[in-house]
């Protein structure tokens, strides 16, 4: 009789693991849905959520299922391949783990969370479910699921080599404007230019200023002022005729000088005369040690009046005296002023020194002449000779680099921005095409701080916006981006579904490239224009044939036929 009952109790217990086996595997389809789907890159991920839903009586009490979402493709050479997702864990609820519960009668719901490095060729894909089972400690496996296909990729067309590495500016000025000024100090309430005055230095050098400029051929004398001044005493009436008196001799001073030197180019001589120069008053007490001018600058700001002033300040008879010793002999006195410009060479001249004698140019003209062109290889010809002349200066270095990069040489690129940054760590351009080649090698923490050291140079902003679109990060990259018209902006606003603006910035993009065309198709596809996505697709496949490739398998232009093309 036990004998019967143990084997009527096995036998149930075969039965109830058998039924158990049966119901898990028959996990469906229908099951599961896939949010988005198909799957849509951000930055360089596939990220999505399937939600599972478990029918009441299915999830067995005892049971653990481990689900692994999985991408997979054939490659191009008709092999198979996959990559795996985080693994998600649901059970039943007599299991003792962390795993999300489902109810034996009721049944429920799980979600099951995935982020997978994207592949090029996951463009044509499915995504599976695969399952597997725990069931008091016997493992076993389920067929795998398909909830998904395809994944939309156009997150990934952001690239750093669109981007524009930055350029170290040149000082080149094609006019650098100077200024010398010699002053004449008058005795009190008096006009006559003494002869001390015109045998000082400054008064001698100016002179001797606007005798080279009038000789150079390639400076000139843009023009010469005179203004001349009186101190703030005595009266209003008084210091008007004294301050015109005095202009008017330097002015027949210098008119006699010019004359006397033989310059009769010399733009314009303008003269003014100011009567109470009450502004040079208060500059210079503010520069003063005397002990109570803060005293008198309190007076200078109380009565605007300059009637009023000087009788206020003659009452503070304790300065008073130091003010005639220290200040106002200061204030007596004419400023002649030459405004001198030297004329920079030509770009004939540059470009001819160039090709005959580059040893005559500096660093600036150099860097100033490869700017004069649109061609790379020139640029790059420029750039490689001013590294060669003068190669401590960074900027030959790093504009060089620059032009390799535009080129594709990225290992020269790499170098050269490498060695601008040796010579000159602090330099924010070398920082900047440094983080560029780190984004080039998916090191985006290193390019994140580079970029963040190069905050100012105005390719940055560029820059940075590629990065946030490679962190998935869309709303500080479209703040990154701003105004810029550049392939990278416009698939910002693509992405973040501003249709109008990408078309705008589209549009104002100077030179277009394949991928211009590109985004603009998927633009078309999106705006349901089949006539704008055949003819960008097929400029786009004449600049690269390889996206045409692309565009057959991208799952934007599913609802087309793009067999025309």
């Given amino acids: 009789m036990k004998k019967h009952v143990l084997v009527m109790f096995v036998g149930l217990a075969v039965i109830g693991l058998t039924g158990c086996s049966k119901k898990l595997g028959q996990f469906k389809s229908d099951f599961f849905s896939t949010t988005p789907n198909p799957l849509e890159t951000v930055g360089e991920m596939v990220p999505g959520t399937v939600k599972g839903t478990i029918p009441a009586k299915f999830m067995l009490k005892n049971a653990k299922v481990t689900a692994t979402p999985v991408i997979g493709w054939t490659t191009s050479s008709a092999t198979k391949a996959e990559a795996s997702g985080q693994p998600v864990v649901f059970q039943g609820e007599n299991v003792r783990a962390n795993g999300q519960v489902v109810d034996y009668n009721r049944g429920g719901s799980v979600a099951i969370p995935f982020a997978i490095p994207y592949k090029p060729e996951m463009a044509k894909s499915d995504l599976y479910l695969d399952f597997s089972v725990d069931q008091n400690g016997k493992i076993y496996t389920l067929p795998r699921v398909k909830v998904g296909e395809g994944v939309i990729a156009t997150s990934t067309l952001a690239s750093a080599k669109t981007v524009k590495p930055a350029v170290a500016k040149d000082n080149f000025q094609k006019v650098i404007t100077e200024k010398y000024s010699a002053d004449i100090h008058f005795l009190i309430n008096q006009a006559n230019i003494r002869a001390n005055q015109t045998d000082k230095a400054d008064y001698i050098d100016l002179n001797k200023k606007l005798m080279e400029a009038n000789a150079a051929p390639n400076q000139e004398i843009?023009?010469?002022?005179?203004?001349?001044?009186?101190?703030?005493?005595?009266?209003?009436?008084?210091?008007?005729?004294?301050?015109?008196?005095?202009?008017?001799?330097?002015?027949?001073?210098?008119?006699?000088?010019?004359?006397?030197?033989?310059?009769?180019?010399?733009?314009?001589?303008?003269a003014s005369f100011t009567p109470e120069d009450w502004e040079g008053f208060e500059s210079l007490v503010e520069k003063s040690n005397i002990q109570d001018k803060d005293l008198i600058l309190s007076v200078l700001k109380m009565y605007p009046d300059p009637v009023e002033r000087e009788r206020e300040i003659r009452n503070l008879s304790s300065v008073f005296n130091e003010l005639a010793d220290q200040i106002l002999p200061q204030l007596r006195y004419s400023r002649v002023m030459a405004t001198i410009n030297t004329l920079g060479k030509s770009d004939e001249e540059l470009l001819n020194l160039f090709n005959t004698d580059p040893r005559k140019l500096t660093e600036d003209e150099m860097l100033y002449l490869a700017t004069l062109t649109d061609d790379n290889m020139k640029k790059m010809e420029v750039y490689n000779t001013a590294a060669e002349l003068h190669a401590k200066d960074y900027r030959t270095y790093n504009n060089l680099g620059m032009t390799q990069y535009v080129a594709g040489d990225y290992e020269g690129a790499m170098a050269n921005f490498d060695y601008a940054h040796r010579l000159a760590p602090d330099a924010k351009e070398p920082e900047m095409n440094l983080g560029l080649m780190s984004m080039m090698n998916h090191d985006y923490a290193k390019a994140n701080e580079l970029l963040g050291l190069a905050a100012g140079v105005p390719e940055a902003a560029d820059a940075m916006g590629v990065y946030y679109l490679s962190q998935g990060d869309l709303q500080k990259a479209l703040r990154s981006f701003g105004d810029a018209k550049t392939n990278n902006a416009a698939l910002a606003r693509i992405l973040n579904k501003d249709y109008t603006g990408a078309r705008d910035v589209l549009a104002a993009i100077k030179t277009p490239d394949a991928t211009t065309y590109y985004l603009s198709a998927v633009l078309g596809a999106r705006t349901n224009n089949q006539s704008m996505v055949i003819n960008n697709l097929r400029q786009a496949a004449k600049l690269d044939s390889s996206l045409l490739n692309r565009a057959q398998n991208d799952l934007e232009f599913a609802r087309y036929n793009l067999s025309v093309l």
């Avoid at 008084?238 to 033989?262: C, P, V």
């Fill in 222 to 270: 843009a023009g010469i002022t005179i203004n001349s001044y009186a101190s703030p005493e005595g009266t209003i009436e008084f210091n008007t005729q004294l301050a015109e008196k005095r202009e008017a001799n330097t002015t027949k001073l210098m008119e006699g000088q010019l004359k006397k030197d033989r310059i009769t180019e010399f733009g314009e001589l303008t």
